[in-house]
């Protein structure tokens, strides 16, 4: 696939906010459930869905992303392998707060503490993978540098 970098900013972007929607669904939701047991499973059902979106946006990252990334400068695969350690994290948190929801040990007022946690944390990633990854200097899409000569 040869997609330009500023493909991959919208794509990611896009992602970001649709993953954000639902992120917020799941913690509405959450605490609309603690009052409302009969809603916990519509919001497991509503966080395995963020889940399987997320995992597609790092699927598309993967495919993507890292090629723009790689190729961007002498930086490039460091910044993949950092993109791609944060990837691992966000899949992990995910799965954690996915299989607490199965846990017979936990009450769903932790679980809904652990989604309050999983937003806030998401959100931040997301965030700097914006301000990491995308940026003019990261995908090798910024204006060429002029080296002036000046001497003889």
């Given at each position: 696939?040869?997609?330009?970098?500023?493909?991959?900013?919208?794509?990611?972007?896009?992602?970001?906010?649709?993953?954000?929607?639902?992120?917020?669904?799941?913690?509405a939701g959450s605490c609309v459930a603690q009052d409302d047991?009969?809603?916990?499973?519509?919001?497991?059902?509503?966080?395995?869905?963020?889940?399987?979106?997320?995992?597609?946006?790092?699927?598309?990252?993967?495919?993507?992303?890292?090629?723009?990334?790689r190729d961007a400068d002498a930086w490039g695969r460091v910044?993949?392998?950092?993109?791609?350690?944060?990837?691992?994290?966000?899949?992990?948190?995910?799965?954690?707060?996915?299989?607490?929801?199965?846990?017979?040990?936990?009450?769903?007022?932790?679980?809904?503490?652990?989604?309050?946690?999983?937003?806030?944390?998401?959100?931040?990633?997301?965030?700097?993978?914006?301000?990491?990854?995308?940026?003019?200097?990261?995908?090798?899409?910024?204006?060429?540098?002029?080296?002036?000569?000046?001497?003889?």
């Amino acid at each position: 696939m040869n997609t330009n970098a500023d493909d991959a900013r919208a794509r990611v972007r896009g992602d970001h906010a649709r993953l954000k929607q639902l992120m917020l669904t799941v913690l509405a939701g959450s605490c609309v459930a603690q009052d409302d047991p009969s809603l916990v499973p519509r919001v497991r059902v509503t966080l395995e869905r963020m889940r399987d979106e997320l995992f597609a946006h790092h699927a598309y990252s993967e495919h993507v992303l890292l090629e723009l990334l790689r190729d961007a400068d002498a930086w490039g695969r460091v910044r993949a392998e950092a993109l791609l350690d944060e990837q691992r994290a966000e899949r992990a948190m995910v799965d954690a707060v996915v299989e607490d929801f199965g846990a017979y040990d936990r009450s769903f007022e932790d679980v809904a503490e652990e989604i309050a946690w999983l937003a806030a944390a998401l959100e931040k990633d997301w965030e700097e993978e914006e301000r990491s990854f995308l940026s003019d200097e990261a995908l090798g899409d910024g204006p060429p540098v002029s080296i002036q000569q000046t001497d003889g």
